[in-house]
C-alpha cells in the first residue's frame, strides 16, 4: 500500500491532485483508515505491532505528501517569477523631455551676466500708474515724447506698462537716503501696437539701472562692453550713436559690431558692420530730483534691453511671431 501510494504521490503535478490523495490515502474511507478499525478486532498481543506498523507506514505517506507538496510550491513560486521577469531587451519608452522658451533662456543669460556685477534682480507690476510709468520719468502728461510708446490704458491713471522703466522709479523711491541702486528688472511690458514680423503688443525687457555717486558714462560704456561681449561673442565692438529718451540725459543707441555676411545668424547685419542692440542713457536728473536724489551728489545711467530682439539677433530668427506661437518645431531647436 504504502509502495503505491508513493508511486502515485511521485506523479502528482499539481495541488488539487495531491489533496485528493491524500484523503485517498489517508482520509476517513482510505484503507489505512480501515486497518485501524480493524485493530480492534485483532488479539490483544498482536494490537501494538500492527498498530506500529501501520503508523509507521502512515507517517511515511504524510512525509512524501509534505515533500511533493513542497516541490509544487517550489515549482509554483519559479513558474510565477519566470511570468514576471522583465525583458530587458525591449527598448524603452522614451519621454520627451521639455525646456525653458528662448525668451526665458535670453532673460536668464541677461540676469547671469549683471548678477555677475553684482546686480540685483527687481520686478514690478505690470499694470502701472501712469505717475510711475510716464510721469515721474521726466514724461508730464501731454509731453510728445509720450507718442514713443503707444499704451494701453486701463484707466485715466493705471496703464499696462510700456517699459521696464517704472521699476527704476520704485527702486530710486524705496532706496532713496538708503542705499546706492544696482539692480536690473526684467519682465513684460505691453504696446499698442498692430503684431507684425518686428513688432508685438506684448514683449520683455530687462531694465538696468545704477544710481551712486560719481557714476559717469564710461562706468555706463564699460557695463555695455560687457554685457555685449558676455551675449554676443568676446571678439565685439561696441558703439554709441546719441539718441533721445526724456529720462536720460544724454542718451544714446548701443550698436554691436556684426559679421557683414549672408545666411542664418549674420543676415540682419547692416552693410556698415554695426547693428543696433538697446537703448541706455545717463539718468536724466528731473529723474533723480523727482525720486528725491540731489543730482549735484548722485548720478546715474540706465539701460534698456528688449529681449525679442537680442535673442532674434543672436540666434537668427527673422520673424517676433515665431517666438509666441509655441510651435515645438520652433521651440525645439534652441
Ligand atoms: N525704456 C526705454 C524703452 O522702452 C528703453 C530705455 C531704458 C532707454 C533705459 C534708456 C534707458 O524704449
Not at 121 to 147: C, S, T, V
Not at 244 to 263: A, H, I, K, Q, R
Not at 279 to 289: E, S, T, W
Request: hydrophobic share 35%; aromatic share 8%; glycine share 6%.
Amino acid at each position: 500500500l504504502v509502495k503505491k501510494a508513493i508511486e502515485e504521490l511521485n506523479h502528482t503535478k499539481d495541488m488539487n491532485e495531491l489533496m485528493l490523495l491524500k484523503s485517498k490515502f489517508l482520509g476517513k474511507k482510505s484503507e489505512f483508515n480501515q486497518f485501524m478499525q480493524e485493530i480492534k478486532n485483532l488479539p490483544n498481543e498482536e494490537k501494538p505491532k500492527v498498530g506500529q506498523m501501520v503508523n509507521l507506514a502512515k507517517n511515511e505517506i504524510s512525509q512524501k505528501i509534505n515533500e511533493v507538496k513542497r516541490q509544487i510550491e517550489e515549482e509554483q513560486i519559479l513558474n510565477q517569477l519566470k511570468k514576471e521577469t522583465i525583458d530587458i531587451s525591449l527598448p524603452g519608452k522614451k519621454f520627451p523631455l521639455g525646456k525653458k522658451h528662448v525668451i526665458t533662456q535670453t532673460i536668464e543669460e541677461i540676469e547671469d551676466i549683471f548678477i555677475g556685477l553684482g546686480y540685483e534682480i527687481k520686478e514690478g507690476p505690470e499694470q502701472e500708474q501712469d505717475l510711475y510709468n510716464f510721469e515721474m520719468l521726466n514724461l508730464p502728461k501731454d509731453h510728445p515724447a509720450r507718442d514713443m510708446q503707444d499704451s494701453l490704458y486701463i484707466s485715466e491713471d493705471t496703464l499696462l506698462r510700456t517699459h521696464t522703466s517704472p521699476v527704476q522709479v520704485r527702486t530710486l523711491l524705496e532706496y532713496v537716503g538708503k542705499k546706492p541702486v544696482k539692480i536690473i528688472a526684467p519682465g513684460r511690458v505691453y504696446r499698442k501696437d498692430d503684431d507684425d514680423q518686428t513688432h508685438s503688443h506684448q514683449f520683455h525687457q530687462v531694465e538696468a539701472l545704477v544710481v551712486d555717486k560719481k557714476t559717469s558714462l564710461s562706468d555706463l560704456k564699460g557695463t555695455l562692453l560687457i554685457a555685449a561681449q558676455k551675449l554676443f561673442g568676446s571678439e565685439r565692438q561696441i558703439r554709441l550713436r546719441p539718441s533721445y529718451f526724456p529720462f536720460t540725459e544724454p542718451s544714446v543707441e548701443v550698436d554691436v559690431s556684426c559679421y557683414v555676411c549672408s545666411g542664418k545668424g549674420c543676415s540682419m547685419c547692416k552693410e556698415t558692420g554695426w547693428i543696433e542692440i538697446l537703448g541706455a542713457g545717463m539718468v536724466n536728473n528731473n529723474v533723480l530730483k523727482a525720486a528725491g536724489y540731489d543730482p549735484d551728489l548722485y548720478q546715474g545711467f540706465a539701460i534698456g534691453f528688449g529681449v525679442e530682439r537680442i535673442a532674434m539677433l543672436k540666434l537668427g530668427i527673422d520673424d517676433i511671431r515665431n517666438l509666441y506661437t509655441n510651435d515645438l518645431r520652433f521651440n525645439s531647436q534652441f
